[in-house]
């Protein structure tokens, strides 16, 4: 089933000397992590979620959380400071007899037994530098840390009382386990909210669960779910918006049609055309009703970001780190379900499959999908579109002044004779003419009210097609893409090939947000 998935870190003591530092002090904790394992996760299972350990694996407090962890059947994430051969130096003399624990650990994660995940801290491969680099990459996707710590201060560069002044930093909730106190635990204040669901990924849950059981079991059916109900709420809203745009405008032609030519309508036709007024303003509300109690913009916006966000998490499967995804650094407000969608595709991929048969399908299902079938086909489109009503706001916006001067001299001179005969001398006979009972109606009030009208709606209607904005940008990311494309196409190594589809994923996630963002001014 879909389920919030919770990240907590870890951070503590490695064996050594000092309070609480001894190995037989640090296995003392086993039964105190247990217990705050447990209660975080009978705490995530309140809010339908799981939690899953991030961990580096290292000799002292890390293997016996790792270990604790497995026994619970919580997924154990592993982030190693180093290259697994030099990570294996910090096991010699005394802690020889841990690497075993620790490089099944680490084999483990590598080949994704159990939900578990692998990955090598980026920077600096240096001591102390690099316990620095995992413990900051390692807060960077925590949501709790867990720290088992004996209280002392300590200046030591990627030590646990830096990484635990580090987390209070971030505002990340912070757990101590006390190794010299007997694994006396102490919570962080408050702490009774935690975790919380956000408003994102309940929309997520309600769709997974509008549509069946079955659609939450894989990432396919989650993704099938979401892109259904945003392709439906689209269609809704839209649909609606664009709907009353054009009622409101005929509406307002009928309008001015009957003020302007009533003198010269029948009265049967007079009430028709305003009762068709009514009839097409009232569609309109109910529309405008619908639209709102159905809650049909915002469901839009967030069931179609979802999608495609999941869209690349599904093209990324297997090539980017799933408790990393891209996407925090634009939207952080979507971590849970972000990071939730990702380690589901992860753990639906293919992990045996050679990194060029994943480069190719992603090249094909990816890359070819959004560049060639997505925005080389919606540009052309947009940029039309976008002229065309361009145009006919240019039009009627510079006409509509010329009209309005027309009916204020038909205003003024019209019921004049010595005035309109004086200016008959100075203007074309045309304009004279138009002074004539038939002719006065339509530019006194048909035209001047028409005009403006016109001009607006089709203001409106570039607003709400957000045709301007993809002509210009539509053009600029199939560039990119293209950039991106031939770049991948040179790749050979798997670290290439994922900075590479980083690349690609961080010109797509521009433009989700950008539209995101849009798409709210559209529901105003």
Not at 333 to 359: C, F, G, N, Q
Not at 500 to 519: D, R
Request: charge should be negative.
């Amino acid at each position: 089933m879909f389920k919030p998935i919770w990240i907590i870190g870890f951070t503590g003591h490695r064996p050594g000397s000092g309070p609480g530092r001894t190995p037989e002090m640090l296995g003392g904790c086993r039964p105190s992590l247990r217990e705050v394992l447990a209660r975080l996760r009978q705490r995530a299972e309140s809010q339908g979620g799981v939690i899953e350990l991030l961990t580096g694996v290292a000799a002292g407090a890390d293997l016996e959380a790792a270990e604790v962890a497995e026994e619970l059947d919580i997924p154990v994430h592993v982030i190693l400071p180093t290259p697994e051969i030099l990570f294996e130096r910090d096991f010699e003399g005394d802690l020889v007899s841990d690497w075993p624990r620790a490089k099944r650990l680490i084999q483990k994660a590598r080949g994704g037994e159990g939900g578990c995940t692998f990955r090598i801290a980026v920077g600096d491969n240096d001591p102390p530098d690099c316990y620095h680099e995992a413990n900051v990459q390692m807060l960077q996707s925590t949501d709790l840390l867990i720290a088992v710590y004996n209280g002392e201060h300590s200046e030591s560069v990627g030590g646990t009382a830096e990484t635990i002044g580090l987390a209070k930093g971030l505002d990340i909730p912070v757990v101590q386990v006390n190794p010299a106190q007997g694994g006396k635990i102490i919570w962080p204040e408050p702490f009774d909210h935690w975790p919380a669901t956000d408003g994102a990924m309940r929309e997520v849950m309600r769709v997974c669960e509008q549509a069946g059981a079955g659609s939450m079991d894989t990432a396919e059916g989650i993704f099938t779910a979401l892109d259904t109900e945003a392709t439906c709420m689209g269609k809704r809203f839209r649909g609606g918006m664009l709907g009353s745009v054009y009622l409101h405008l005929l509406a307002a032609l009928f309008a001015a049609t009957t003020a302007a030519f009533s003198s010269v309508m029948n009265h049967e036709a007079s009430e028709i055309l305003t009762g068709l007024e009514l009839f097409l303003v009232t569609v309109a509300f109910i529309i405008m009703i619908r639209a709102h109690r159905g809650d049909y913009h915002q469901r839009w916006r967030r069931t179609r970001f979802a999608t495609e966000v999941a869209r690349g998490l599904r093209a990324t499967a297997g090539l980017l780190d799933p408790i990393r995804p891209l996407v925090l650094r634009h939207a952080p407000e979507w971590r849970r379900v972000s990071l939730t969608m990702a380690l589901a595709t992860h753990r639906s991929a293919d992990r045996a499959e050679p990194i060029t048969d994943r480069k190719a399908e992603y090249l094909e299902g990816r890359i070819c999908d959004q560049a060639d079938h997505y925005f080389a086909l919606k540009q052309p489109r947009s940029l039309a579109l976008s002229k065309w009503l361009g145009g006919v706001g240019s039009v009627t916006a510079i006409t509509a002044p010329i009209f309005i001067g027309l009916a204020l001299g038909i205003k003024i001179f019209g019921g004049d004779p010595v005035a309109a005969d004086h200016f008959a001398r100075y203007v074309p006979a045309f304009v004279v003419d138009m002074f004539t009972p038939t002719v006065i109606p339509t530019f006194t009030f048909w035209f001047p009210v028409v005009l403006p009208l016109l001009a607006g709606s089709a203001t409106a209607l570039i607003v709400a097609g957000d045709v301007t904005r993809r002509a210009e940008r539509y053009k600029l990311i199939f560039g990119r893409l293209e950039h991106s494309r031939r770049l991948l196409n040179a790749t050979r190594t798997p670290g290439a090939v994922a900075r590479a589809v980083a690349e690609t994923e961080e010109i797509l996630l521009y433009e989700l947000v950008e539209w995101y963002a849009a798409a709210k001014n559209t529901g105003h």
